[in-house]
């Protein structure tokens, strides 16, 4: 079935430097990718919409410039937290489109801003 | 906007019993729904694809109901066991974008 590989599994950073999050479709082409962050005992928020090539669109209230992502080809979406802070610790998660398969899902990211 | 809700928050039943989750969605312009698996600290899991033409999906243990007339539905597990204790996703995807909505979740405790 369809994979999406997401490294690092977790990751503890120094407050103000920045964090890269890997999201890699393993056995298909994913030409969207999607970002979202998940805090404790609620549900997926939508981030942002990764598009192959081209600018990401961001929703409503996140911050373009503090969450860059970059999708440069097929199977590879990455997630930089700049200058990060104690606030965005949280659960990150992407995903990928895969046609009649729905939407497959990466393992998440625990990022954890000390 | 797509508001998504999901009935109960929280179910433990013992070993063996059948389990009924529900969703409900406000917009029935819908692509296709699906229901996920998420264990603590985890991904998600896929467990039913049911797109909009169709009215159920079955895998196993498990069906999917979908009455988007009425924006609704449910997710039926047989004959639980505990390997079935986790949090179950409802989501649906909008007919012009294809994004995701998702519920809250159900977590679910099965009892030994």
């Known amino acids: 079935g369809a994979v999406v590989s997401q490294h690092p599994s977790w990751v503890i950073c120094k407050s103000g430097t920045s964090v890269k999050i890997e999201c890699r479709s393993l056995d298909f082409q994913a030409t969207t990718m999607f970002w979202y962050r998940q805090f404790p005992k609620q549900s997926l928020m939508l981030m942002a919409t990764?598009?192959?090539?081209?600018?990401?669109?961001?929703e409503q209230g996140v911050e373009k410039d503090k969450f860059l992502i970059n999708h440069a080809s097929l199977t590879l979406s990455t997630l930089t937290v700049t200058s990060a802070h104690p606030e965005d610790s949280s659960f990150y998660i992407c995903?990928?489109?895969?046609?009649?398969?729905?939407?497959?899902f990466g393992s998440g990211t625990r990022l954890t801003v000390v | 906007k797509q508001e998504v809700t999901q009935i109960p928050a929280a179910l433990s039943v013992p070993e063996g019993e059948n389990l009924v989750l529900n969703c409900s969605f406000t917009?029935?312009?819908?692509?296709?729904l699906q229901w996920f698996r998420q264990d603590p600290g985890k991904g998600l899991t896929s467990l039913l694809l049911i797109q909009s033409s169709q009215r159920e999906q079955t895998s196993g243990r498990l069906n999917a109901s979908l009455d988007k007339s009425s924006g609704r539905s449910t997710l039926y597990i047989a004959a639980s066991q505990p390997g079935d204790s986790a949090t179950y996703l409802c989501a649906v995807s909008r007919s012009n974008d294809y994004k995701l909505s998702f519920g809250a979740g159900t977590t679910v405790t099965v009892r030994a």
């Open positions: 917009d029935s312009a819908i692509y296709n």
């Open positions: 990764s598009n192959e090539g081209s600018k990401a669109t961001y």
């Open positions: 995903s990928a489109e895969n046609g009649p398969y729905g939407y497959t």
